[in-house]
């Protein structure tokens, strides 16, 4: 166990509709990252948080987006689904010191299927 | 921005013998080098790691070397064994920042 939760652990919708994907890092981390693991793509970044600031994006759609609230937590927002989203999406979180910041522990993940 | 290529794609090895997965990246900024290890629907499992200022690390049987001047790091396990089996993933960051990854290596181990 990582200390990383996310829910829901799986979320079966449909095209068009919208879904909410929830992280808690591990207890003190303040760096949410989101990664999207899918067949034909691997493990794709898409959205790092430090301490509720947006910090770096990588492939993320404009349909997507994400949120870290004060009590650090994360939200990830996907909408107007198209099957071609369905994958599993992974947090990580990582430490605040120089020497724990560069590690990145995931959570369970959440695997999305869009019919 | 960073690319990561990793070989091969699928590793088949007999137990108790060596397993070893290449990478190598394409920023000279990239200064930190995990690896992570994936069991089917399950999350990617950090199982070494090592820093642009070092060139070998070594814990157990798992062992990871770094050559910053041709840019490449590889992941060695000795006396594989079969729940070695997995999915290997190396990746490069510029250190607190997202993590580019390779595409992953398929380690089947024989018994």
């Known amino acids: 166990d990582s200390g990383v939760t996310q829910t829901p652990k799986h979320l079966i919708t449909a095209t068009g509709q919208r879904v909410t994907l929830r992280c808690s890092p591990r207890?003190?981390?303040?760096?949410v990252y989101w990664y999207q693991q899918s067949l034909d793509q691997g493990l794709q970044f898409l959205i790092q948080?430090?301490?509720?600031?947006?910090?770096a994006k990588g492939n993320i759609l404009e349909r997507f987006s994400a949120q870290q609230f004060p009590d650090l937590h994360s939200e990830l927002n996907l909408s107007s689904l198209e099957l071609g989203d369905s994958a599993l999406y992974f947090c990580?979180?990582?430490?605040?010191?120089?020497?724990?910041?560069?590690?990145?522990?995931f959570g369970p993940g959440t695997r999305l299927t869009v019919l | 921005g960073e690319n990561v290529e990793q070989h091969p794609s699928t590793l088949s090895v007999q137990e108790g013998d060596s397993a070893v997965i290449k990478c190598t990246y394409s920023?000279?900024?990239?200064?930190?080098f995990p690896w992570y290890k994936q069991e089917l629907g399950k999350r990617p499992q950090l199982i070494i790691d090592?820093?642009?200022?070092?060139g070998e690390k070594k814990d157990q049987r798992i062992a990871v070397t770094l050559n910053k001047t041709a840019k490449h790091f590889s992941l060695h396990i000795t006396e594989t064994q079969p729940e070695d089996s997995a999915v290997y993933f190396c990746?490069?960051?510029?250190?607190?920042?997202?993590?580019?990854f390779g595409a992953g290596t398929i380690l089947r181990v024989k018994s």
């Open positions: 948080y430090y301490n509720g600031e947006e910090r």
């Open positions: 090592i820093r642009s200022n070092v």
């Open positions: 920023d000279s900024a990239s200064n930190y």
């Open positions: 207890s003190g981390d303040l760096s």
């Open positions: 990580a979180s990582s430490g605040r010191t120089s020497r724990t910041r560069n590690e990145q522990f």
């Open positions: 990746a490069a960051s510029t250190g607190g920042n997202k993590l580019v």
